[in-house]
């Protein structure tokens, strides 16, 4: 609509409109009840509906076979740098492997080092993240309880189009910014976990899909808090869980469901990114991505100007387009178009356009 912008914010970001108006529809009284969501008790039988719908829609959407749980947790993903070794390894000296390929890798590879001996088997560092090792290059410690891997690195823009086949224990995906966008063989994994505000809701919701088998080994000194058979066995109401968070995603599955599903999301996904990263390869190198071509993320564009003092020149000009949040992470600098399922076709054009136009003024 006319007073709203293109955000292009790496999270929490954009949300469908659709979704906004139905949540604002249903704020002051939700179906009836004569109460907002955020006001229900999350044990009464109203939002016993919302999370057991949003918690069906989202295994359907992503086709979560059923030997798999599904909790609604809190804490972001940063939580989850902890929450998996302390659930996965017995001990503090199990050994565990981590692949780097971005700053979020980095982070949880380094956190769990409070908990087991993790293992950084490959690190894109030397090459400032714009890789993805090969699968058969990566050296695995024989008795590794996981490896560990960003499916899609938010700052750095490199995402796994594939996924290794670890050589020993499971594997373990942070998919806080590329959950949702496309299809996944849930089955090859042993935990996927996602923060939910990027794709798929607010802040204060964190996804976390687990194989059932692997539930129930928590070390003694895991908090309850990050304890998966506690909230597996409480279907995430052990504490009171983020509830408004957690409708608002639901709403989100049904929306995802609405525009038929994982597969056409990931067509439209797709479609946007081809045309900013066409532009950006197009433009003579007036525009131009580190990241090596066959990883690019579909999420997350980051981008430099040869010209880079015209950065902040860019960045104001297109948000007096009202197309805002294109400033690159302080960590890399630069630009970067975070264009999530919510993000419009309408909202990548435009921003493709304003880059043509700023080219020929500036070149
Ligand atoms: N992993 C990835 C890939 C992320 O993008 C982020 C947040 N930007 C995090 C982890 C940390 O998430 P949170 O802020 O929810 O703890």
């Known amino acids: 609509s006319q ?17 906004l108006l139905r949540a604002q529809s249903e704020l002051y009284n939700w ?31 992503l086709q979560i076979p059923p030997e798999y749980s599904v909790l609604f947790l ?45 293992t950084v088997i490959w690190s ?41 086949v670890p050589k020993s224990g499971v594997l373990v995906a942070d998919m806080s910014s590329n959950f949702c966008s496309k299809p996944v063989d849930v089955s090859r994994f042993g935990v996927i976990y996602a923060g939910a505000q990027k794709n798929v809701g607010p802040s204060g919701v964190t996804i976390v899909i687990i ?20 909230h597996d ?18 709403l989100v599955f049904e929306d995802l469901l609405e525009q038929g599903g994982l597969g056409e999301v990931e067509r439209r996904n797709k479609k946007k990114a081809e045309i900013l990263y066409s532009a950006i390869d197009g433009s003579k190198g007036f525009y131009k991505c580190p990241v090596e071509k066959s990883v690019r993320s579909l999420m997350n564009v980051p981008f430099t100007l040869e010209k880079s003092e015209l950065e902040g020149e860019f960045i104001k ?7 805002v949040q294109l400033k690159g992470h302080r960590s890399v600098g630069g630009m970067r178009a975070s264009i999530y399922n919510a993000m419009p076709l309408a909202g990548v054009e435009k921003l493709v356009a304003f880059m043509k136009d700023f080219q020929a003024r500036h070149a």
């Open 317 to 323: 000009e297109a948000a007096k387009e009202k197309m």
């Open 3 to 19: 007073d709203r912008v293109f955000n292009f914010a790496a999270g929490p970001a954009t949300l469908p409109e659709n979704v």
């Open 233 to 250: 066995e409480n279907d995430s109401l052990y504490n009171t869980p983020p509830c408004y968070g957690i409708y608002m995603c639901g």
């Open 124 to 164: 894109g560092k030397p090459e400032k993240y714009t890789k993805i090792p090969s699968f058969h290059d990566l050296e695995q410690n024989n008795n590794s309880g996981y490896l560990h891997i960003c499916a899609n690195e938010t700052i750095h823009g490199v995402e796994f189009k594939d996924y290794p």
């Open 31 to 61: 179906h009836g009840s004569g109460m907002s969501v955020m006001e229900m008790s999350h044990r009464g039988k109203e939002f016993l509906s919302i999370i057991q719908k949003a918690e069906s829609d989202l295994r359907a959407l």
């Open 211 to 230: 194989r059932k088998d692997l539930i129930g080994n928590a070390q003694g000194v895991t908090p309850v808090m990050f304890d998966y058979k506690i």
């Open 74 to 118: 809190q804490g972001g993903a940063t939580s989850q740098f902890a929450a998996v070794p302390l659930n996965l390894c017995s001990s503090p000296d199990s050994a565990v492997d981590y692949v780097v390929t971005g700053s979020w890798s980095d982070k949880a590879a380094k956190e769990a080092q409070k908990y087991c001996k993790p």
